[in-house]
């Protein structure tokens, strides 16, 4: 049964935490290249990490198609977005 932290709002997103042990098989060189870039310290946290970075992905795709069309964005954010993106690669 899972264990339900009242504690588990992750960064005021909305994402309940539900603690469960899991056995998988993962790519330990994807695993390391993950926590160097999220900066976690675990491999638990991790993965709890990049979950909530697809969910967030997700809202952040879904609203920018309910935005598409509009001027949802100032220019410079968008080029300041962007000079951003290109620096993390």
Known sequence: MPV???YAWSRDIGISMSI???SHNLDEVLLRRAQRTLGTT???ET???ALRA???GDELVA???AAAGRDA???DFVRHMRAERQRAK
């Open 54 to 56: 697809v969910l967030i």
């Open 42 to 44: 675990t491999e638990t």
């Open 47 to 49: 993965i709890h990490e």
């Open 4 to 6: 339900r932290l009242a």
């Open 73 to 75: 964005f100032r220019p």
């Open 20 to 22: 469960k042990r899991k």
């Open 63 to 65: 609203d920018l198609e």
